[in-house]
Structures are given as C-alpha cells and as structure tokens.
C-alpha cells in the first residue's frame, strides 16, 4: 500500500476556517492542564489539529508526545463532541472539537508548579495547571469548558458554542 500523506484538516470555505482538533483533559491532584502560544492571552487544553485519516485518540497522544516529551499518557475514554463557531485572527472559525479524558502517571514530568515551556521546536508553548475550583474565573477558551471541568460527567455529551 503507498503511504498516504497525512494533511491537518484546516480549510478555508469562502470567508469561514473550517478545522477539526482533538484535545485532552488531563486531571491530576484537582488541577487539569492547560497550554497556550506564549502572547495569547486564553488557556486552552492540549491537543490539535486532526490530520486526515487520523484518529482522536491518536492526534491527542500523538500531540502531548511531540509537545511534551509525556509518552505515558492513556486514553481513558471520549468525553464531548463539541461544534464551535468563534473569531480568531479577524477570520469566522467553524471548528468542531473531540475531547478526551487522559491519564498520565502520578511520576510524569509534566507534573510541575507555575508555568513551563512545551519541548515542540518553534511552537513556543507554554503550560499550565490550573486548579478546578479556579477554572471559571480563568481566561480559558472555549466557555464551555468553565462548567464541564469542574464536574466531568460519566456521559458522553454533544456541545455546542457559538462566540462571535
């Protein structure tokens, strides 16, 4: 079989970014990790952009792999399939958003106070956990995730936000 090449699935439909992403939601001591690209001023959770004929579940390892070095981490099952509609970088996005609960080992360099940078050359990220009782007042995107991290329910759910 030729080998396919993998492309993020990012693509401009007349003024609208379509994009698709997969993150995690990494808990450990009552905080959940969070990453940004240094200068932005909103936390998100680690992940990223879905390659064609690539898994959730294999973007999500595949990412904290190659940001941060964690080899461990393991899929504990999907959490919500969200349909986000916000702006960024003066574009419309329609993005559509896989979340998953993962667990690292409790010896994970990972597991680290106050903020540190992502090992991915020229991403410049950095991370963050940020403790749950402290997530709604947080400057963290998308909205949702203020009240579905603060109890993560045993359901799967569907989300959907629109923040234009």
Do not use: C
Request: hydrophobic residues 35%; glycine residues 8%; proline residues 3%.
């Amino acid at each position: 079989r030729k080998k396919m090449e993998k492309t993020d699935i990012r693509l401009m439909i007349g003024d609208i970014k379509f994009s698709s992403r997969a993150v995690a939601v990494i808990e450990k001591n009552n905080k959940i990790l969070f990453q940004k690209r240094k200068g932005d001023k909103n936390w998100a959770l680690p992940g990223g952009a879905i390659a064609t004929m690539e898994t959730g579940e294999k973007v999500v390892l595949r990412e904290l792999f190659e940001e941060t070095g964690e080899k461990n981490a393991i899929i504990e099952r999907p959490l919500w399939f969200t349909e986000y509609f916000f702006k960024f970088g003066g574009k419309i996005q329609h993005q559509y958003i896989l979340g998953y609960l993962v667990n690292i080992p409790d010896n994970s360099s990972l597991i680290k106070e106050g903020e540190f940078d992502g090992i991915e050359e020229g991403k410049n990220i950095i991370y963050r956990w940020i403790e749950k009782k402290d997530i709604k007042k947080s400057p963290i995107k998308p909205d949702y995730l203020k009240t579905k991290l603060t109890k993560i329910k045993k359901n799967y759910e569907f989300i959907s936000e629109i923040d234009l």
